[in-house]
């Protein structure tokens, strides 16, 4: 069953009790909180999720709570916790709802070691992967979501999940987050696009968090064969340029964005080095979405990518 077919009624009852479960991806997340914008936020972001049955096992348990002491009443604040265990110090009490995809980020990144884990957009058509791994500031976000809304298949804006037996990616389908400029930019180029209320003032600056596509959600449970690695860079009025990069020195890189690579020892190495074995890999600049699709879609033809 879906969110929305649960009905509004009732699981807002099970959020303010502890007993919310909802399934993105591989892993499901149990929601508890009181605060009105984290129902307003999953409300608008997952209604297309499925849900579990209260009691069912999750593998995350995520508590939305306002801020002890005299923050319960002067300048409130937001906290997170874990099974009990608070990892952050208290945010604005208007921060709450990308707290918890921070959070949710966090609680997979931290814990999830049976997949190597990049720090990675990612996202398929015709069944075939392209890792789009960068750091903050690069666009990689940016490019994510307009492809999403031109035809690639959204597997997840924030982490690569890759199997350890197979090496196959799974889909660990969340909103996609948007920063700064961003945020117009896909207003402008996706209309009628779901976003929550802009967060203003946060360590990332302003930030949203973008509705997935319901059909993306409905296939969460098919993986993708890793075929591209592509390390994008926004460079504003650069011509869009898309040229081969060494895949040693690609290993390099991803192994640097990676979660747990080191935690994984010699099985991440043997695991990385199987995924970049099975990419061709890029490096890649843009400055106009149109064409960057463009570059994309011309990768996929090349391979018979027209899922």
């Known amino acids: 069953m879906r969110l929305a077919e649960l009905g509004e009624r009732e699981w807002r009852r099970r959020l303010h009790v502890g007993k919310l479960v909802v399934r993105a991806g591989p892993f499901r997340y149990r929601f508890d909180s009181r605060l009105p914008q984290i129902a307003e936020g999953i409300g608008l972001l997952y209604a297309d999720y499925p849900v579990a049955e209260p009691d069912e096992f999750a593998d995350f348990a995520l508590k939305m709570e306002h801020g002890a002491g005299l923050h319960r009443w002067w300048r409130r604040q937001v906290r997170f916790s874990s099974d009990g265990f ?3 110090a208290p945010l604005p009490a208007d921060h709450a709802y990308p707290q918890l995809e921070w959070a949710m980020n966090w609680c997979v990144s931290t ?91 946060t360590t990332k600056g302003s930030v949203t968090h973008l509705k997935v596509p319901a059909e993306h959600v409905e296939r969460m449970d098919e993986t993708a064969a890793p075929r591209w690695v592509v390390f994008p860079k926004y460079i504003a009025g650069a011509p869009t340029r898309l040229a081969p990069y060494p895949r040693a020195r690609s290993v390099l890189d991803l192994g640097g964005n990676s979660f747990n690579y080191m935690l994984l020892g010699q099985t991440g190495f043997e695991a990385l080095g199987r995924l970049v074995s099975a990419c061709e890999c890029f490096e890649f600049s843009y400055s106009q979405l149109d064409e960057a699709i463009h570059a994309f879609d011309g990768l996929a033809d090349a391979v018979g990518g027209h899922g």
């Open 111 to 201: 814990r999830a070691h049976h997949y190597l884990m990049l720090h990675a957009a990612v996202v398929e058509r015709g069944g075939f992967a392209a890792i789009l791994p960068a750091p903050p500031g690069s666009g990689k976000s940016t490019l994510c979501a307009a492809l999403v809304h031109r035809g690639w298949r959204l597997l997840s804006d924030e982490v690569a999940l890759i199997s350890l037996q197979d090496g196959r990616i799974s889909a660990a389908v969340r909103p996609i987050s948007l920063k700064n400029q961003s945020i117009d930019i896909m207003r402008a180029y996706v209309p009628g696009a779901v976003m929550t209320p802009v967060t203003h003032g």
């Open 86 to 88: 608070y990892p952050f």
